[in-house]
């Protein structure tokens, strides 16, 4: 009888972690370069022999867990996560905006799909182009912050990291009313220092999990397959609406939107509550 009762327990537990899986998945594709290496023997000693850390995942490796199988009940962290993470809703992000022709393509495209999306803005963006900004709040979307002029946050001091960040605040709040909760690193780049600067001034670092790349302008259908074979429920897409000629940009968005809209993806801009 007792061992019945644990095989029901064992049974549970593995369906938990089942079910936890794909999720854990998603959210750490963002830094799935990060080199996955046992735990050293004792706190510092490294091996030497470690690969070389990706400027995007310098330092950001959380001591990890290593995924290892559980033989009690899955860690407490990770249970809230189901209800969290329902059904195929997909972020959709434009970086280094506004600017004038491809923002406004875009906010006219999402506008005609009935979309939601969320821009990282930044402040010198925002500046030259306040109408613009105050637009993409006004229909709908979500305005965050993407520093004012893209340093790399990683190699910046104190005082211009608080710069960068509460300016660019300043200038949305003049064009929204609200200050952003969220922070994307320019090229990604962050460490435990930008962490806890970010989190000092009120901000949650924001990623993705699928890059097609579209800067560097592959191709509309390019742009196209990479994010409809990269999209999963839960899945955030980097895009650009600023930075240089996104033209392939503003052409892969009707098919990426009906897409997945024909897959039964919705589209949400709360990313940043
Ligand atoms: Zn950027």
Known sequence: MRSRSLRKLQLSVLAMSLAVAPLTAVDTTARAEAPRRPIPPAAGATTGTAPPVPAATTGSAPPTAPRVTRPSAPPASSQPVPAAAPA???YLTFDDGPKATYTEQILKLLA????????FVTGAQVKAYPE???RIHLQGHSVQNHT???????????ARFRSEITG????????TGYTPRCLRPPYGAYDGTVKARAAALGKKLR??????????????RTIENRV??????????????????????????????TTLKARGYVFHSTMCP
């Open 148 to 158: 004012w002029s893209h340093p790399r946050l990683t190699r910046v001091s104190a």
């Open 88 to 90: 195929k809703v997909v």
């Open 168 to 175: 660019t605040d300043r200038a949305i709040r003049a064009r």
């Open 112 to 119: 005609a799909h009935g979309v939601r999306a969320t821009f």
């Open 228 to 257: 409809l074979n990269g999209v999963r429920p839960g899945s955030t897409v980097l895009l650009h609406d600023g930075g240089g000629d996104r033209s392939q940009t503003v052409a892969a968005l009707p098919g990426i939107i």
């Open 207 to 220: 990623l993705w999990t699928v890059d097609p790349q579209d800067w560097a302008r592959p191709g509309t």
């Open 132 to 134: 613009i900004t105050r």
